[in-house]
């Protein structure tokens, strides 16, 4: 199954399991039940001149964007192309704690807990003072006890609903969120955090901020910022 690589591992000292995020789903067009099929199966399906190859015009009817799943770029798709279609949108989207050690398959055995609700697209979630961060587009931002990954909060950044690449950072029993318009949002620590401030930069912002000597540093496309006490 095609995927991206885990976003982050978070290790935490004193429990003895990982919390990894994980992003497997690379996009979904709605087609759960032709996705189920195999490329045999397709191409039996489809296949309507009997080639072994599918063709847009053939599969016009089970899903669109057709170019995203002719790898080989020669305006036709076999049962290689398929199967990349198919476990492309079967996938799932999903954050997982898995209990560190073990050897061999630990699916059953260590995995402690899968949360599937509101994940982010980009941002790393961010663990701080015993509380799992997540935050998504839209200005979604959840918490989860990284215990049980029961969900503490979730709600909408008001002020700062816009899309997000940066990843939450934390200090000072603070946690900082940027979007993507540059909305900076101070978020008081915690499982029931609760907004402080929504600084806006006004300026196009994706790069993660960074946290160091007591100091926030923040880029934007034409700045970078520092934030400190005087």
Known sequence: MPSLPPKRILVVDDEPFVCESIKMLLAHDGHEVETAQGGEEALAKYDTDKDGKLTPSEVATAFRNFGEYDLDRNGTMNERDWNFYRARNTAQNGIMAIRAGGRGDVTKSR????????????????????????????????????????????????????????????????VYLLSESGKLTVLRAGGEWEVLEVNDLDDTSFATPAIADSRLYVRTKSALYCFGKK
């Not at 969900?151 to 950044?157: E, M, S, T, V």
């Open 111 to 174: 995995v402690l807990w899968r949360y599937r609700k509101a994940i982010p697209n980009v941002p790393s979630p961010l663990l701080y003072q015993g509380v799992l961060y997540m935050v998504k587009d839209g200005g979604i931002v959840t918490t989860l006890d990284p215990a049980n990954g029961q969900p503490i909060k979730q709600a909408r950044l008001r002020g700062a609903l816009d899309y997000y690449w940066a990843s939450p950072v934390a200090g000072d029993g603070k």
